[in-house]
């Protein structure tokens, strides 16, 4: 198994663009989280998604950031305009529940995308 | 409200010595209980995790856990330390509801080992 996959690995933009990260989770996996961390405020969970479905949004800072999941295999963290504020490493997760539960319930985490916004 | 707490933001031991990492947490009913570690530049990995059962949990490199319901701890412990041991630690909990599983973990703000040659 391949494990979490996540693209790009380092991005460098500048402020006002959009940047576009990318999360392939682990085959057969039903829960996707996007977690955000930096040295002042640590690992912050941004959102995550049920069998492709948003759950829990509340960690999303702002409007300017956006996630969609459009397939079991596939999602995507969207920043529109990018700040300095935003540089940080953004990691993707993923976990096995089930319906039923007394599965692993432990999140296996991608490589992490560095953004830097300058 | 859910939390996990570490007290230490570092934690220094000699190679050779006993470790130990402190956790502990707040939620309703019976929770389950899990540490990652974090190398640099490299995403969290899962260590152990305690569901159910005996409340020493055996994890990966020579990890070990013990889980105590009256003192709401699940600390980290390591019989002789290792250099390559050092990275950063986070310790997580899920809670357990019967109706509906969340699958979402609370992490703790994470504790940086050190461990001196």
């Known amino acids: 198994d391949a494990g979490v996959i996540q693209s790009p690995r380092h991005e460098v933009t500048e402020m006002g663009q959009e940047v576009t990260l990318r999360c392939k989770p682990i085959?057969?996996?039903?829960?996707l989280f996007w977690y955000r961390q930096t040295m002042m405020r640590g690992l912050e969970l941004l959102i995550y998604f049920n069998n492709n479905v948003p759950i829990d949004d509340s960690g999303m800072p702002e409007d300017r950031f956006s996630a969609k999941m459009p397939n079991a295999s596939f999602s995507t963290l969207k920043i529109q305009p990018s700040e300095p504020r935003d540089s940080a490493v953004y990691f993707c997760?993923?976990?096995?529940?089930?319906?039923?539960?007394?599965?692993?319930?432990?999140?296996?985490f991608g490589p992490g995308t560095r953004l830097t916004v300058t | 409200a859910q939390s996990v707490a570490q007290p230490e933001d570092q934690v220094n031991v000699a190679e050779g010595n006993p470790l130990t990492v402190k956790c502990t947490y707040s939620v309703s009913g019976n929770p389950y209980l899990f540490w990652y570690v974090q190398y640099p530049n490299r995403g969290l990995q899962f260590l152990l995790k305690?569901?159910?059962?005996?409340?020493l949990v055996k994890g990966s490199y020579g990890f070990e856990a013990e889980f105590n319901k009256s003192q709401t701890s699940f600390h980290l412990k390591k019989p002789s330390a290792l250099v390559s041991d050092s990275a950063l630690y986070f310790c997580a909990v899920r809670a357990r509801r019967l109706a509906s599983n969340t699958g979402k973990l609370i992490f703790g703000q994470g504790t940086t080992l050190q461990v001196k040659p």
């Open positions: 085959s057969g996996h039903d829960y």
């Open positions: 305690y569901i159910t059962g005996d409340n």
């Open positions: 997760a993923s976990s096995l529940v089930g319906l039923a539960g007394g599965r692993d319930y432990e999140q296996y």
